[in-house]
């Protein structure tokens, strides 16, 4: 790995990133080829931006002219304790805090101001965290840091189970190597639809990209998710509707360290943290650089063996086959981005989930090596964390306000968790929105 390549990877980790990659800026070739499938088979529901922008979309470096080189980071969001077991509803996990755009954002503006420091002042610079027409889960599969599941989510294998042949990952056979193909191995991943993210910010790009006056002018346009942060939401103005999340982050996990000494070891840990937490729960980062960096990851090949968890648990079919997602029978994308009536869907198959929904990554194997994240932010509310099934029902505005105020269910909003919560309890609310107001 060249030298700033290198420095790169080491300083986004010590600043608390949990995995770090660089990949070449080039055109998603392959990785279009399943999304435009997926758009034909008209899959992606009520979320039309996702037909915007496509050439901007499989090339980075039409969507922020003369980006060179695309550093990719991961941070950890799963949470120490899950909201909403037993008979509770649910929140996917990643909306536990605060809303992960802007925090990442806040953290990769750091790690850029660092870069800077050994590059000078870099023109044409991006971050971008869910907030454009980009392939998140390609490109962190092109940076090495993990491979698509039958779930269509991005697996970052634990480094505990890298290291250690005799562990269960899924079903298949643990030799690392088998993971690591050259590029043209790859097997077909998902359209890297972010559905467990449903509600992340997939917006649409600027005009041009670039000039902070041209997208402050654009105001008008879909306001972010999250109220909080002036500066992403600026950032962010000129993007489409959110549609959430996968999915996700943990900076400062005081993780065991795995010390890896084999040499076929060396390239696996080249591009990621030493730290062993593993699976999907993390947010993804881009930052979009104007300059020509040594890759650092090799791309790993699919990993699920006959593992079909995720398709099996999932309640209403929309994984309706390995790496195939249908969001319009997806409870992330009907909870969230979906802003229809929720009549003629059967209230039990949603399973107390009324914001997101997690269980085809609650149920993967790979997140037994997901960790607690420790990032302050993204920890509930000691309020969120009181929270029951009566006091949901009852929910008001105000109240909503004060448990969301920076939180990624904004993106649902106050009317659209009231649907949400009057539908998986059976209708018995279905007027309490209007009585509230
Ligand atoms: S409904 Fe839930 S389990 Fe099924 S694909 Fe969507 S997020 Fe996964
Ligand atoms: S549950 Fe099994 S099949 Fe699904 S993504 Fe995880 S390992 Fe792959």
Same mark, same amino acid.
């Given at each position: 790995?060249?030298?700033?390549?290198?420095?790169?990877?080491?300083?986004?980790?010590?600043?608390? =990133?949990?995995?770090?990659?660089?990949?070449?800026?080039?055109?998603?070739?392959?990785?279009?080829?399943?999304?435009?499938?997926?758009?034909?088979?008209?899959? +992606?529901?009520?979320?039309?931006?996702?037909?915007?922008?496509?050439?901007?979309?499989?090339?980075? /470096?039409?969507?922020?002219?003369?980006?060179?080189?695309?550093?990719?980071?991961?941070?950890? $969001?799963?949470?120490?304790?899950?909201?909403?077991?037993?008979?509770?509803?649910?929140?996917?996990?990643?909306?536990?805090?605060? %809303? $992960?755009?802007?925090?990442?954002?806040?953290?990769?503006?750091?790690?850029?101001? /660092?870069?800077?420091?050994?590059?000078?002042?870099?023109?044409?610079?991006?971050?971008?965290?869910?907030?454009?027409?980009?392939?998140?889960?390609?490109?962190?599969?092109?940076?090495?840091? @993990?491979?698509?599941?039958?779930?269509?989510?991005?697996?970052?294998?634990?480094?505990?189970?890298?290291?250690?042949?005799?562990?269960?990952?899924?079903?298949?056979?643990?030799?690392?190597?088998?993971?690591?193909?050259?590029?043209?191995?790859?097997?077909?991943?998902?359209?890297?639809?972010?559905?467990?993210?449903?509600?992340?910010?997939?917006? +649409?790009?600027?005009?041009?990209?670039?000039?902070?006056?041209?997208?402050?002018?654009?105001? !008008?346009? +879909?306001?972010?998710?999250?109220?909080?942060?002036?500066?992403?939401?600026?950032?962010?103005?000129?993007?489409?509707?959110?549609?959430?999340?996968?999915?996700?982050?943990?900076?400062?996990?005081?993780?065991?360290?795995?010390?890896?000494?084999?040499?076929?070891?060396? =390239?696996?840990?080249?591009?990621?943290?030493?730290?062993?937490? @593993?699976?999907?729960?993390?947010?993804?980062?881009?930052?979009?650089?104007?300059?020509?960096?040594?890759?650092?990851?090799?791309?790993?090949?699919?990993?699920?063996?006959?593992?079909?968890?995720?398709?099996?648990?999932?309640?209403?079919?929309?994984?309706?086959?390995?790496?195939?997602?249908?969001?319009?029978?997806?409870?992330?994308?009907?909870?969230?981005?979906?802003?229809?009536?929720?009549?003629?869907?059967?209230?039990?198959?949603?399973?107390?989930?009324?914001?997101?929904? %997690?269980?085809?990554?609650?149920?993967?194997? $790979? !997140?037994? =090596?997901?960790?607690? !994240?420790?990032?302050?932010? =993204?920890?509930?509310?000691?309020?969120?964390?009181?929270?029951?099934?009566?006091?949901?029902?009852?929910?008001?505005?105000?109240?909503?306000?004060?448990?969301?105020?920076?939180?990624?269910?904004?993106?649902?909003?106050?009317?659209?968790?009231?649907?949400?919560?009057?539908?998986?309890?059976?209708?018995?609310?279905?007027?309490?929105?209007? %009585? %509230?107001?």
């Amino acid at each position: 790995m060249g030298s700033l390549s290198q420095w790169i990877v080491d300083e986004a980790e010590k600043m608390g =990133f949990d995995a770090c990659g660089i990949a070449c800026a080039t055109a998603l070739d392959k990785e279009s080829a399943h999304m435009e499938q997926w758009l034909e088979e008209e899959h +992606e529901g009520e979320m039309g931006y996702l037909t915007r922008n496509r050439e901007k979309r499989y090339d980075p /470096r039409l969507l922020v002219e003369g980006t060179k080189s695309i550093v990719t980071v991961l941070y950890n $969001y799963f949470p120490k304790q899950q909201l909403g077991d037993g008979e509770h509803f649910k929140i996917a996990k990643y909306a536990y805090g605060a %809303d $992960y755009h802007d925090v990442l954002k806040r953290k990769m503006r750091l790690l850029l101001e /660092r870069i800077e420091t050994q590059t000078g002042k870099l023109e044409g610079t991006r971050i971008f965290v869910d907030s454009a027409p980009v392939l998140d889960r390609a490109w962190a599969v092109r940076c090495g840091l @993990g491979f698509i599941g039958k779930n269509t989510m991005l697996i970052h294998p634990s480094l505990s189970l890298i290291a250690s042949r005799n562990q269960e990952p899924p079903t298949t056979p643990t030799n690392p190597l088998s993971m690591i193909a050259s590029r043209n191995q790859e097997p077909s991943t998902s359209p890297n639809i972010p559905l467990s993210m449903i509600a992340s910010r997939n917006q +649409e790009p600027s005009a041009t990209p670039i000039n902070p006056l041209s997208m402050i002018a654009s105001r !008008n346009q +879909e306001p972010p998710a999250t109220p909080n942060n002036p500066l992403s939401m600026i950032a962010s103005r000129n993007q489409e509707p959110s549609a959430t999340p996968i999915n996700p982050l943990s900076m400062i996990a005081s993780r065991n360290h795995q010390s890896l000494s084999t040499p076929h070891h060396q =390239f696996l840990t080249a591009g990621r943290s030493q730290r062993q937490g @593993g699976g999907s729960f993390f947010f993804i980062g881009h930052l979009f650089l104007p300059l020509d960096l040594t890759e650092t990851g090799q791309v790993l090949t699919n990993r699920c063996g006959r593992c079909t968890r995720c398709l099996d648990a999932c309640p209403t079919g929309a994984l309706e086959a390995p790496f195939h997602i249908d969001a319009r029978k997806c409870i992330s994308y009907l909870t969230i981005e979906y802003k229809g009536s929720l009549d003629g869907h059967d209230p039990t198959l949603f399973k107390g989930w009324m914001y997101g929904c %997690d269980i085809c990554q609650d149920v993967c194997p $790979y !997140n037994r =090596f997901a960790l607690p !994240n420790v990032e302050p932010e =993204f920890q509930p509310s000691d309020q969120l964390l009181a929270m029951r099934e009566k006091d949901w029902k009852s929910l008001s505005k105000d109240e909503f306000e004060a448990l969301f105020k920076h939180s990624a269910v904004q993106r649902a909003g106050f009317e659209g968790l009231k649907r949400n919560i009057d539908f998986i309890s059976g209708g018995e609310l279905r007027n309490a929105v209007h %009585d %509230d107001e």
